[in-house]
């Protein structure tokens, strides 16, 4: 499902127009990418925890030439299911 399919189904359910569907996901995804680039937890009841893990800086090397390059340390974006969710999920096959 795509985001164009996703505010389809919006629409449909919640009888409203595509147009409003589209501007409320936007809202949902503004305020999510809002919240964790200012380092919040953002938990939704029923479905998860979005948050930020960091992970650490390391060694690589560049597959050309085989030099050894720093690899900085990064914010990435991680979302963990609720219980109630997996639930839902596993029971629905």
């Known amino acids: 499902m795509n985001k164009s ?6 629409a449909e359910q919640s009888q409203s127009s595509q147009k409003v569907s589209k501007l ?3 809202a949902i995804l503004y305020q ?3 919240a964790l680039s200012e380092g919040e937890k953002v938990y ?4 998860g925890t979005f948050e930020l ?4 800086p390391k060694q ?4 050309k030439t085989g030099e050894v390059i720093d ?3 990064y914010n990435q974006p991680s ?3 609720s219980a109630n969710m997996k639930n839902q999920i596993n029971s629905a096959e």
């Open 32 to 34: 999510l990418t809002k």
């Open 44 to 47: 939704l009841p029923q479905f």
């Open 60 to 63: 690589g090397r560049n597959p």
């Open 71 to 73: 690899i900085e340390g």
């Open 5 to 10: 399919e996703l505010v389809k189904a919006m």
């Open 79 to 81: 979302l963990k299911f």
């Open 53 to 56: 893990r960091y992970c650490l």
């Open 24 to 26: 409320a996901l936007d």
